[in-house]
T-cell receptor, first 115, second 113 residues
């Protein structure tokens, strides 16, 4: 059963440190999305890619967040420097890009705690 | 812009009770509508979807009908089980947002024996 794989599952770091989260989308999926989940804001879209090209990253704080797809099997989300308000669960999702009726498949998330 | 509004939880029900979780949306054009479920410590899983007006999505005893006239996609189940305890998210996808999902805030459901 194909699934989206995210690493690490948990990350605890100190304020000011760099954090890198990784995602392996489902093979053959050409769209990749990064979401952030917090109790207060719910699920927020941070960025998304199609065929490895960034389409929209307007949901990300540009000064500290960056998202890339070095190749079709890896997407990364980096925070530098991290701040306590970045504490959240970060989800990666991928989809086949076959129209708006195509569901997204989510990984189990990276739970980030910044102290 | 597009948005999804869900009833706030938590919702607490006894086993075998009837479930309704309300969801309404605002969108241009003809979005697709989804319900996702999230169990503790896990990612979101697709529960059901509907891609056009009057479509009914169904899965595992859950149903939702795409009502364009009332811009709604309410989730229902006739008899809930303890294993249905989870957080439920209503979402829409529209061609003008690159097929990204726009989620509601989520509704927590607790089913007691």
């Amino acid at each position: 059963d194909a699934r989206v794989t995210q690493t690490p599952r948990h990350k605890v770091t100190e304020m000011g440190q760099e954090v890198t989260m990784r995602c392996q989308p489902i093979l053959g999926h050409n769209t990749v999305f990064w979401y952030r989940q917090t109790m207060m804001q719910g699920l927020e879209l941070l960025a998304y890619f199609r065929n490895r090209a960034p389409l929209d990253d307007s949901g990300m704080p540009k000064d500290r967040f960056s998202a890339e797809m070095p190749d079709a099997t890896l997407a990364t989300l980096k925070i530098q420097p991290s701040e306590p308000r970045d504490s959240a669960v970060y989800f990666c999702a991928s989809g086949p890009g076959q129209g708006q009726g195509s569901p997204l498949h989510f990984g189990n998330g990276t739970r980030l705690t910044v102290t | 812009g597009d948005s999804v509004t869900q009833m706030e939880g938590p919702v607490t029900l006894s086993e075998e009770a009837f479930l309704t979780i309300n969801c309404t949306y605002t969108a241009t054009g003809y979005p697709s509508l989804f319900w996702y479920v999230q169990y503790p410590g896990e990612g979101l899983q697709l529960l059901l979807k509907a891609t056009k007006a009057d479509d009914k999505g169904s899965n595992k005893g859950f149903e939702a009908t795409y009502r364009k006239e009332t811009t709604s996609f309410h989730l229902e189940k006739g008899s809930v089980q303890v294993s249905d305890s989870a957080v439920y998210f209503c979402a829409l996808s529209n061609s003008n947002s690159g097929y990204a999902l726009n989620f509601g805030k989520g509704t927590s459901l607790l089913v007691t024996p």
